[in-house]
């Protein structure tokens, strides 16, 4: 780091300026994306320069600078709790002998002779994060993470946008109550937020427990908010008066607070029981739509609990009696390379089917050619797999006693198997390898397609995944703007098999229905590399029109290319390319392939023939001081007559209204259509507005 001192005053602007995008850009990374590409050592360091220099030139300091950024803490991260009464963890058992060491600890430590019976109540060990709820006079004060056990980070805002946590509790309650659980994500809703990520061209969690601590830890309470996180309360903290008297009287009394109890919980009297109760657990584990990793064993009565106290930072009262991680032994058939829509190799194991925990398993992830070359994987060879909370199943290793003595090294393709020719290349510090041939090869055209008439995109009814395969064989959709042109191919298409005059002349419809469509959805349906649906709104929120936002883009690209400097100084490279990436949200990497799209001529080609096929709206600007609902959460449930969900969301959203999927206290409307059901009753027992959809359609101005 060069000293402000040493700084001349251009080249301090110039440094202030490199330093807001590229903190900007890390914060993305880090916050957003949970996927951050430097140290917090390094990150910190270019906070501290950007306060120097600051210092140095107060006149230089800029609007934007991260100094001053709204809603971002000064460092990076939260502020810290102290825990008053520690977050301790559990002692460790890993067999059955281990269990009745336990137990006889207990009984040796209480004085108990064996016959005495002992209740245990005997849970799920939630594999999740734990955390404190603070409750003041009964309302939701604070909340944290556990951290070190004595120390958290205050993620209150973001436990508040979590519909299971109570924001007040019912009935009577301690003035100081902290209620400690587990955040965890649900294996349903973890797919579903993959498929988002990678729809949106984020990197996919690795697990359910990695994306639950990336979503908590959410530096914006409203990103939090669109994650599924859920929790189980198990535990309490500081308590300022303690009237239940065993832990399955306290759960008792949870529940009627109003916070989330594993249901498998059961209190059990000797060994026996206890054991029998593990087993029970761990078959129905494949079973449960959320991980866990062992059982949880405790000792019901707190007088007892109280006596047997800690040892270290570990109750003697509890024990956590882990599973072994699942895993068997499969041979591997084949290495199958897939290739995504931006050109991506996956390679992915193609097994001997097998069952793992309950599940069966022929497939397995191998993420890239490093982690191949790691394990020395090779086709032939016997491998061990696991599920270990993980829902895709992975490699541990290969069983080399049993590898075939004519096995060779798996040799990583270096041409792409779209024809066997087009190289592949790898980025210098990438672990992704990718088809070099953007354009003629036949897997990314067909991806960028799906994408394009996904749900978040064009959302082409009756135009889904078979079908855009089925007429891109046929030839018939090469490029987006051939969806258009498909009408050309009316009478062969009704005669082929599965469509009739009706589908045909619905899918017609339903197509040029689709002319008309927002900004944000035709620069999200483009593709483009890091270009999700929350940069596409960005783009369209700054640029609000098609032709405005191309040509920026084009003179960005062309900037870029002009420069050839390696510096990432984007006010270098000129004004439109460092405009792009003063948009709050938008980095330097972001900006760069944007302008490599818009660097080829064949998407600027395209992108004039959609121009001219379309009826691209402006971006709206919420009207948010004119609209009743401006501000308002909005729940929608049941069927729509008039327009889709997507769409409803979108006009709700577009009023400057939340849109939640759940009902919770915090529900302002709740549109109900035909067939609502849960979300109606709960509606109703909050006292929450409940519209249909012709009151709603009138209250946003729709009519009337
Ligand atoms: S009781 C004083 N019960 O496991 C002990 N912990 O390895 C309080 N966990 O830090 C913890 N499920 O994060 C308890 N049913 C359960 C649990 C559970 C998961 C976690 C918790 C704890 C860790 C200890």
Redesign the pocket.
């Given at each position: 780091m060069k000293k402000p001192d040493k700084l001349n005053h251009n080249q301090a602007k110039k440094r202030l300026a490199w330093l807001a995008i590229a903190i900007k850009e890390h914060d993305q990374r880090y916050y957003q994306e949970d996927a951050p590409t430097i140290s917090d050592a390094e990150y910190d360091s270019l906070r501290r320069e950007n306060d120097y220099i600051e210092t140095a030139f107060p006149e230089l300091i800029r609007s934007d600078s991260p100094s001053r950024r709204v809603g971002a803490s000064p460092s990076r991260g939260f502020s810290k709790v102290q825990h008053h009464v520690p977050?301790?963890?559990?002692g460790n058992a890993f067999t059955e002998s281990d269990v009745e060491d336990f137990l006889a600890r207990i009984h040796r430590f209480l004085n108990l002779d064996s016959k005495n019976t002992l209740g245990l109540i005997v849970?799920?060990?939630?594999d999740g994060?734990?955390i404190s709820l603070r409750y003041e006079r009964g309302h939701f004060s604070r909340g944290a993470t556990?951290g070190d056990g004595f120390e958290g980070e205050n993620v209150t805002e973001n436990l508040r946008t979590l519909m299971e946590i109570p924001d007040r509790i019912s009935g009577q309650a301690p003035d100081v109550l902290e209620v400690r659980g587990?955040v965890y994500i649900n294996h349903s809703d973890f797919a579903l937020l993959n498929q988002n990520r990678e729809k949106n061209g984020a990197t996919p969690f690795a697990n359910p427990r990695n994306s639950a601590a990336g979503s908590l830890r959410q530096l914006n309470p409203a990103e939090t908010a669109k994650r599924p996180l859920r929790v189980f309360c198990?535990?309490w903290g500081e308590v300022s008066d303690q009237f239940w008297r065993t832990q399955s009287e306290f759960y008792d009394q949870l529940s009627l607070w109003g916070f989330p109890v594993?249901p498998l919980s059961k209190v059990c009297y000797n060994l026996d029981e206890v054991l029998e109760t593990y087993r029970v657990i761990e078959t129905q584990r494949a079973f449960l739509d959320y991980d866990i990793d062992g059982v949880?064993y405790?000792v019901d009565r707190l007088d007892l609990q109280e006596r047997l106290g800690f040892v270290s930072r570990a109750?003697r009262w509890?024990i956590?009696h882990k599973f072994p991680a699942e895993k068997a032994t499969t041979v591997l058939r084949d290495i199958e390379i897939q290739v995504g829509r931006t050109g991506a190799l996956t390679p992915v194991a193609r097994l001997e089917p097998v069952t793992v925990g309950g599940v069966v398993v022929s497939n397995a992830t191998l993420h890239n050619a490093d982690e191949i070359k790691r394990k020395d994987i090779r086709i032939g060879d016997t491998l061990r797999v696991q599920r270990a909370g993980d829902v895709i199943p992975q490699v541990v290793e290969v069983v080399l006693e049993a590898r075939p003595k004519d096995s060779a090294p798996y040799i990583f393709p270096n041409v792409c198997p779209c024809n066997q020719k087009t190289l592949t290349v790898r980025a210098p510090g990438e672990a992704v390898t990718r088809c070099s041939g953007e354009f003629s090869c036949p897997f990314q055209k067909v991806n960028r397609l799906k994408h394009f008439v996904s749900r978040d995109a064009f959302n082409i009814e009756g135009l889904g995944v078979k079908q855009v395969e089925a007429f891109f064989k046929l030839g018939w959709i090469r490029v987006p703007s051939d969806i258009f042109d498909l009408k050309n191919h009316k009478v062969v298409l009704s005669e082929l098999e599965g469509w009739g005059e009706k589908s045909v002349s619905n899918l017609l419809t339903a197509i040029e229905d689709c002319r008309k469509i927002s900004l944000d959805r035709v620069i999200f349906a483009l593709g483009i590399r890091q270009t999700g649906q929350a940069t596409s709104n960005l783009l369209a929120y700054h640029y609000e029109n098609f032709q405005n936002w191309i040509s920026a883009m084009l003179l960005a690209a062309k900037e870029r290319s002009e420069c050839i400097s390696t510096v990432k100084t984007p006010e270098k490279v000129g004004g439109a390319f460092f405009e792009l990436c003063s948009i709050d949200g938008i980095g330097i990497s972001m900006a760069d392939d944007l302008c490599n799209f818009f660097s080829d001529h064949r998407n600027v080609v395209e992108l004039n023939r959609l121009a001219e096929i379309l009826t691209i709206q402006d971006f709206q600007r919420p009207e948010s001081n004119n609209s009743e609902v401006s501000g308002k959460t909005v729940v929608f449930t049941g069927s729509l007559d008039t327009m889709t969900r997507a769409e409803a969301k979108a006009g709700a959203e577009k009023l400057g209204a939340k849109v939640s999927g759940s009902v919770s206290r915090k529900t302002d409307f709740l549109v109900a259509g035909p067939g609502a059901g849960s979300k109606e009753t709960k509606a109703k027992e909050l006292g929450i507005t409940i519209l249909n959809e012709q009151e709603w359609r009138l209250l946003t101005g729709l009519d009337g």
């Open positions: 977050m301790l963890s559990l849970e799920p060990k939630i994060l734990s556990r587990e198990y535990a594993n949880v405790k109750p509890a956590a």
